[in-house]
């Protein structure tokens, strides 16, 4: 072409013009084409283009190094040729070419050489590529790779901390597809331990790299919180934090909250064990037996309440003495409610000396009755005096303690637990409290019995001790402070008396309790190895868990100290979405009948049919879930629902009851028609609209200039800030959502580019939240994977990312569109048509494959099932009509065809390279307004392969 050009205007004089223009585009035209063949793996046709640059005796050194590196790549291609890509590298001479270019033979030197399996050779060549351009960001990362596949073959961590800072050296000088490598990275850094060679080189090179290539990763980076890179990764949040903070408090403020709620319930099992280990130590040291009630006893105590308990009041004030003493080490919580538990320490101990005075006034009474025939009684000895006095100053120091506690508001659970402990309700109806009265009562009955000399005898006694009690008591506030300390002192001593007890070497049993004591640690030498190994191993999680929590603080910290006004309007934003969108408990209800009929349908075919012990557990922990009252929440919508549902519901299901279905066939009966009275309640064939004012008057009047629209931040790019959509204000309709049993609010958030944005509050669990944050990622690598490759360009094939915000564990905001449905809502709707009940072909299958011997193996009685069920009750039309009813035109219709077995195509392709069976109908979905079919692809395994069904079949 430029030949003929030239030949065609011999006019021109100007031979320079025409001669640098014919020199420099025809070589680059064959190179190009030699490029394009060789990424189509045609070898020969490339070599054939590159064999007629040699016509041209002069070239630019540009055009002479783009020949020479597709020469190369095309001998590389071929195992056979590889040794003539290296004759052709050692001849050629780089005294022209650039820095690096010359970088860029010696990395393609080093390729050949690790294809021939010179593994030294080629790390050189590498290196000598890095010498001689350090910025180039290719020969960066075919070391890192070389590294990487070094430290596979030996697992040894100094090649695992060259491939990391290959892998950040290339990241950091832009080379594009290092970016896809950085779960490599993370991966490679759980091989290392702190301050490890591997930790430490990623704390070292991460410094040098711009903080928005981490956006994808930051749930990758929170987990890797809790691991010894937790110190490098909070710096990397930080730096978000101060650049990018909307991307990244959705997701940390989810990550707290769940840490959070996982510490207190740790510390609140780890306490009461604790408390447990004390108390027992506490018994040993000081060999400390509450005394038993004999027969004769209990029964002349019976009357009175006390039976067993008398020796469970020596525990209560044990326990009570071990959370006193972890009290006094904390001085905010000393000053509120150490007062509590000294009266309730007291009050417990004068319980107990009543007890016991009554013990020894009813053994007195029947000596003096065995030594007094005529039935003269005795006074009350002056021990029962005093401690019926004492019982009620220390009955009025409780109530005082209370009442302050009362007042201020805050009621410790200690004292609320003992509270309930002395008031506990009695078969009778009455309370221990009452019983306890009843044993002060008879005592002092006694007084006007006997003869005046000893009731004056018992008078003088009686203000004897009343003295003693006035001056010790006196004595027991001068030295309150000094007491407690000695207290202390005496538990910490008895405490470790009962450790070095129980570390002694003896028998089988003490060996084990030496070894899995109160602090994990052993005393004797020979065991201290492996009593270490284990402490730390299961002090271990421990330690990391609240370093990260640590560490999120501080990155929330961040946050709040670099951008106060916006972390506070999106914290109030996100308690309201927490607090106002809660479905209805009917509509929770719904959801967990139709999880226990879809578990009914998975389990596993029998000829008895009865109901599995794991799915009647299941059942019985829905009940305590959603009937068990709280009168202090103050939900007068949940007690109203309690009231009207529980005791039916409990009868229907629990399986203690005698109504308890025995097979599942009676369970899926009762379940489903607890689902259609469910349904018709909440409404699940329309949508209810709401109004968002009265949900919530603070969204309503909501205007912010700050807050984004969540969800822009889910890319491999550099974001423009500037460039991103803001939320204006929030759509005053919120539509109640029905799918696959489930209720959800769909909020709509209007943008400042005029559009208005979808979202679903899910109520989800936070496995499942994780999961989808995953497929997110694994959605955008795959569409930049397919937007760099030919053919998947040319054919438009892109997956729908489905993006999902997290505000809690259990909260999270879902993008959805109005006009999207779902397959399931098809088939439903054709079921409501045609007066099916849409779970038919399940209990078809079920009918059908019951009377067959050894089911799950029988292939041949599944097909008739299947073929049966196709036949009858799922016709192959379903999505066919459907379609046809909503799209008119016939343009439309094709391009609507094509597009949708593109779609099934790659979703096809992705659930057989990461081994996915099961596709329910709800998680495949498609506009009815652009025609855009979406998947939704989450891992489940399952047995059999992905089936082209017959709706597809049919309408492709």
């Known amino acids: 072409m430029f030949h003929l050009i030239t030949t065609t205007f011999p006019s021109i004089n100007d031979m320079n013009v025409t001669g640098y223009s014919r020199m ?43 020949k020479l590196r597709e020469n190369i790549k095309c001998c590389l291609q071929s195992p056979m040729e590889i040794r003539a890509a290296l004759n052709i590298i050692s001849k050629c001479n780089l005294e022209y070419f650039t820095n690096e270019q010359k970088a860029e033979i010696f990395r393609l030197k080093g390729e050949a050489l690790q294809h021939l399996g010179y593994g030294d050779e080629s790390n050189t060549a590498f290196s000598a590529a890095i010498s001689i351009c350090d910025t180039y960001g290719k020969a960066w990362l075919s070391w890192a790779i070389f590294c990487d596949r070094v430290f596979t073959l030996k697992q040894d961590l100094q090649w695992a901390k060259h491939a990391v800072v290959c892998y950040l050296q290339a990241i950091r000088h832009k080379k594009n597809r290092a970016r896809l490598l950085i779960a490599r990275i993370l991966w490679l850094l759980s091989y290392d331990s702190d301050q490890g060679p591997v930790n430490q080189a990623f704390t070292r090179y991460t410094e040098h790299l711009p903080p928005w290539i981490w956006l994808l990763w930051i749930p990758q980076l929170l987990s890797s919180l809790a691991r010894p890179e937790g110190i490098a990764v909070k710096n990397i949040l930080c730096k978000i934090a101060r650049q990018y903070p909307q991307a990244l408090y959705y997701t940390v403020r989810a990550y707290l909250i769940e840490k959070r709620e996982i510490r207190n319930s740790a510390s609140a099992s780890r306490q009461k064990s604790q408390s447990s280990k004390n108390s027992t130590a506490l018994l040993m040291a000081a060999n400390i037996k509450p005394p038993q009630l004999t027969t004769a006893e209990a029964k002349n105590f019976s009357s009175l309440g006390i039976h067993s308990g008398y020796s469970k009041l020596h525990q209560a004030i044990l326990h009570l003495k071990g959370v006193q003493a972890s009290m006094i080490n904390n001085n905010k919580q000393k000053t509120k409610i150490f007062v509590e538990f000294e009266a309730l320490i007291n009050y417990f101990k004068n319980l107990c000396l009543v007890i016991k005075a009554a013990q020894q006034q009813q053994q007195k009474a029947a000596a003096a009755k065995s030594a007094v025939p005529n039935g003269t009684g005795s006074g009350p000895s002056p021990m029962q005096t005093e401690s019926v006095q004492r019982t009620v100053a220390d009955q009025k120091a409780l109530a005082t303690a209370a009442a302050a506690a009362a007042q201020t508001g805050r009621t410790s659970p200690a004292l609320a637990m003992s509270l309930q402990a002395v008031t506990a309700v009695k078969p009778d109806g009455k309370t221990a409290l009452q019983t306890n009265a009843q044993i002060v009562k008879p005592m002092t009955l006694v007084q006007g019995q006997g003869s005046p000399a000893l009731q004056a005898q018992y008078l003088a006694q009686m203000r004897n001790r009343q003295m003693q009690a006035i001056a010790l008591k006196a004595a027991q506030q001068q030295s309150q402070s000094a007491a407690a300390a000695a207290q202390q002192a005496v538990q910490q001593a008895a405490l470790n008396r009962a450790r070095s007890a129980a570390a002694q070497p003896g028998t089988a049993a003490q060996q084990a309790k030496s070894t899995t004591g109160a602090t994990g640690a052993t005393t004797t030498q020979s065991n201290a190895p492996s009593s270490s190994k284990k402490t730390s191993a299961a002090n271990g999680p421990t330690e990391s868990s609240s370093n990260a929590i640590k560490w999120v603080e501080d990155v929330v910290s961040v946050l709040r100290r670099s951008h106060p006004t916006l972390m506070t309007e999106v914290e109030k934003m996100l308690d309201e979405f927490s607090r106002r969108f809660k479905p209805e408990p009917e509509e929770e209800l719904l959801g967990a009948v139709h999880a226990l009929i879809l578990k009914c349908f998975k389990q596993q075919l029998s000829t008895n049919d009865r109901v599995p012990p794991v799915l009647q557990t299941t059942i019985s922990r829905v009940c305590r879930k959603f009937f068990t009252p709280d009168p202090k929440s103050g939900n007068k919508k949940h007690l109203a629902f309690v009231q009207k549902y529980k005791k039916s519901f409990e009868q229907d299901f629990l399986p203690k009851t005698t109504k308890f279905p025995i097979t599942l066939e009676l369970l899926l009966r009762k379940l489903k028609r607890w689902k259609a009275h469910l349904q018709y309640k909440v409404g699940e064939r329309t949508q ?45 309709d919120v539509k109640v959502h029905h799918t696959h049993g489930f209720s959800h609010r769909r909020i709509g958030m209007c943008g400042n580019d005029g559009k208005r944005y979808s979202f679903l509050v899910q109520y989800s669990i936070s496995h499942i939240t994780r999961s989808d944050e995953r497929m997110m990622q694994v959605y955008v690598l795959f569409n930049r994977m397919m937007e760099k490759y030919r053919e998947t360009r040319n054919r438009n094939l892109v997956f729908h990312v489905p993006l999902v915000v997290p505000l809690t564990h259990r909260l999270r905001l879902m993008q959805t569109n109005e006009a999207h449905i779902s397959l399931e809502e098809v088939y439903e709707q054709s079921c409501a048509v045609r007066r099916i009940d849409p779970d038919k072909p399940l209990l078809t299958y079920r009918e059908m494959m019951q009377q067959v011997e050894g089911c799950e193996q029988n292939m041949s009685a599944r097909v008739e099932a299947y073929d049966r069920i196709c036949e009858s009750v799922v016709p192959d039309y379903i999505l066919t009509r459907f379609i046809d009813r909503i799209v008119r035109a016939p343009d439309e219709y094709w391009a609507f065809k094509k597009e949708f077995a593109a779609q099934i195509a790659i979703s096809g392709f992705l659930s057989y390279i990461m081994n996915i069976g099961d596709r329910s109908l709800h998680k495949l979905s498609f506009s009815k307004v652009t025609i855009e079919p979406r998947n939704r692809v989450e891992p489940i395994l399952w047995l059999f392969p992905k089936r082209i069904s017959p709706q597809y079949s049919k309408y492709t």
């Open 24 to 66: 420099h585009d025809t070589p680059w035209t064959f190179i190009k084409f030699a490029q394009i063949a060789r990424k189509q793996h045609l070898s020969t046709v490339c070599l054939t283009s590159l064999a007629k640059l040699y016509r041209y005796p002069s070239m630019e050194p540009m055009d002479a190094f783009s």
């Open 688 to 732: 209810i609209h709401l109004r968002l004012e009265k949900l919530s008057p603070y969204l309503i009047r909501f205007q912010s200039y700050d807050i984004e629209i969540p969800g822009q931040y889910l890319t491999d790019q550099e974001p423009t800030v500037d460039q991103n959509v803001v939320l204006y204000r929030f759509h005053p």
